[in-house]
């Protein structure tokens, strides 16, 4: 067996199976989940044997159908870093003539995909690794004190356009005001406003369960804003009994250290490195090398500007 693609009941028992591992699992368990319900559309869950699985990888089988910020992009999840450095490298688990979004990786999996890209004629243009970080407890943080005159709320669509100009400075990406409604619709949020409705500070979910986006406006920051929206979104998860999580970048000691502060323990099973491969143009015609079900993503755009990375979305920018 190359691979098997789950459906139905085997995908629900592979749920259980990882729910029984969290919250280790969770940056998986809550992208298949999710996918069960149908927020994942064009894309297929494989894994390297079955019952008894090692390796899983939620892929795209229709580009036509995956919302285009979650194009080329390859969900890992490995019990093993010896299994997923073999099974990326079986034949047709990855569409290596195509770019490449990889999430979920452990950091030593990086140099058999900078391997197989050197195969490809290819280069991976970006890596980027995350700590995460998870509240422990069952009892959820105290309730937040909130200033006066101001409201502790949800998100609303509307506020897409405001998330848009706060991000694209620092992550580009085609539609990226869509994307930013798709998770204030389809997820919780925490935000703050004034007396005004003007929106001061937020954080909303992400499609693979994580906290993220945390942004409070330069003018509001060192008010405390961060803790009062972070406690509040986690106390929203843990009331419903699901692991309130987010990611760090490796090297932001002072969010780590806030983040201890207020009560939150590093899961080392859930670190992941995101990494972007790009393969080179002669490499897009070889399309003899695809099975059939894998040829319907469209070339590379040497135009694209650098993709927002869905699901290596840290917490929050240094910005709290």
């Known amino acids: 067996m190359i691979y098997k693609v789950l459906e139905g009941a085997e995908i629900l028992v592979l ?3 990882l729910r029984d591992s969290l919250p280790g699992t969770a940056k998986i368990f809550y992208v298949i ?9 064009g ?29 080329h992009m390859y969900i890992c999840h490995a019990k093993s870093v010896s299994a997923l450095k073999y099974f990326i490298q079986r034949p047709c688990v990855i569409n290596w003539i195509q770019p490449a979004t990889f999430t979920g990786l452990q950091r030593d999996i990086v140099p058999v995909v900078i391997e197989m890209s050197r195969k490809y004629c290819g280069k991976v243009s970006a890596v980027e690794a995350r700590l995460m970080y998870a509240w ?10 909130v200033p006066d005159g101001l409201q502790l709320t949800k998100l609303k669509p509307e506020h897409a356009r405001i998330m ?18 798709s998770v204030i619709e389809q997820f919780d949020s925490s935000c703050l406003i004034d007396d005004r ?11 693979n369960g994580s906290m993220a986006m945390l942004y409070v406006r330069p003018e509001c920051r060192e008010k405390g804003y961060f803790q009062i929206i972070l406690s509040d979104l986690t106390r929203t998860l843990i009331n419903r009994g699901e692991i309130a999580y987010g990611f760090i970048p490796t090297q ?39 099975p059939t079900r894998m040829r319907s993503g469209s070339s590379a755009d040497e135009n694209d500007t650098e993709k927002l990375r869905i699901n290596a979305i840290p917490l929050a920018l240094k910005n709290w």
């Open 136 to 145: 422990p407890k069952r009892v959820p943080p105290e309730v937040p004190r």
């Open 252 to 290: 932001d000691t002072s969010l780590v250290n806030m983040s201890r502060e207020l009560g939150f323990e590093w899961v080392p099973q859930g670190n992941m490195v995101w990494l972007e491969y790009k393969p080179m143009k002669q490499s897009l015609t070889k399309h003899s090398r695809l």
């Open 15 to 17: 749920l259980a199976n």
């Open 33 to 41: 989940r999710n996918y069960t319900r149908s927020l994942f559309p």
């Open 164 to 181: 848009r100009e706060h991000w694209e400075r620092s992550r580009q990406v085609e539609n990226m005001e869509g994307y930013f409604r």
């Open 197 to 207: 409705g003007e929106l001061l500070a937020y954080i909303c979910m992400q499609y």
């Open 43 to 71: 894309f297929e869950v494989i894994v390297d044997k079955w019952p008894e699985w090692d390796c899983i990888i939620m892929r795209p089988v229709s580009e036509n159908m995956v919302p285009r910020f979650f194009k």
